[in-house]
């Protein structure tokens, strides 16, 4: 990864609502943009962070735009699903929910069958995906499962976001929270 990948990452947090944003927000969009430039020969991890970069950024068109092309770019169902999961948060956090439902459930199916190993990220991203569709019953049903996996691998940061998630949606169903 490139020294302009590495700050790319690092400018691109994740609030408690679960939602990337940028914590630099102009020295984002200039490396993004200085990345986007070299597009033909970016490699798919590198197309697929600036994509997200532009999600944090809220360019939703221009997220959705490149991170499709990082879908056809994957070459391993891994990479495939990373893009997928992105280019659904690329269409809901505008509020295309409609547009995201079916890329959120190609990424699971294709985890489930491909890469098992990206089950509980898929869920994760697709269960907050629920709660902002007003389905909090079946996010919470979810997200359940996202925990389980999670609180067995084992991983403090991944159980906290899972947790935060899972609270989000028990509040929408007027549930006790984690």
């Not at 691109?12 to 630099?24: F, I, L, N, Q, S």
């Not at 068109?61 to 997928?84: C, F, H, I, S």
């Not at 459930?105 to 098992?116: D, G, H, N, Q, S």
């Amino acid at each position: 990864m490139s020294a302009e990948q590495h700050q790319i990452a690092e400018l691109v947090a994740t609030g408690k609502d679960g939602r990337m944003y940028a914590t630099e927000p102009e020295k984002l969009r200039r490396l993004v943009h200085f990345e986007l430039a070299r597009e033909p020969r970016l490699p798919q991890p590198e197309l697929r962070l600036a994509g997200v970069g532009l999600v944090a950024l809220g360019d939703y068109a221009a997220a959705q735009r490149v991170l499709a092309a990082a879908v056809e770019r994957a070459e391993t169902p891994n990479q495939e699903v990373a893009a997928l999961v992105n280019l659904g948060d690329a269409h809901r956090y505008p509020g295309a929910l409609d547009a995201a439902e079916p890329v959120y459930r190609r990424a699971i199916e294709l985890a489930r069958t491909r890469c098992p190993e990206l089950v509980h990220f898929t869920l994760q991203h697709y269960g907050k995906h629920l709660i902002d569709a007003r389905r909090a019953h079946l996010a919470v049903d979810v997200l359940t499962e996202v925990l389980q996996i999670r609180e067995r691998l084992g991983d403090p940061a991944l159980i906290a976001s899972t947790q935060d998630a899972l609270s989000l949606a028990r509040a929408a169903v007027g549930q006790r929270t984690i």
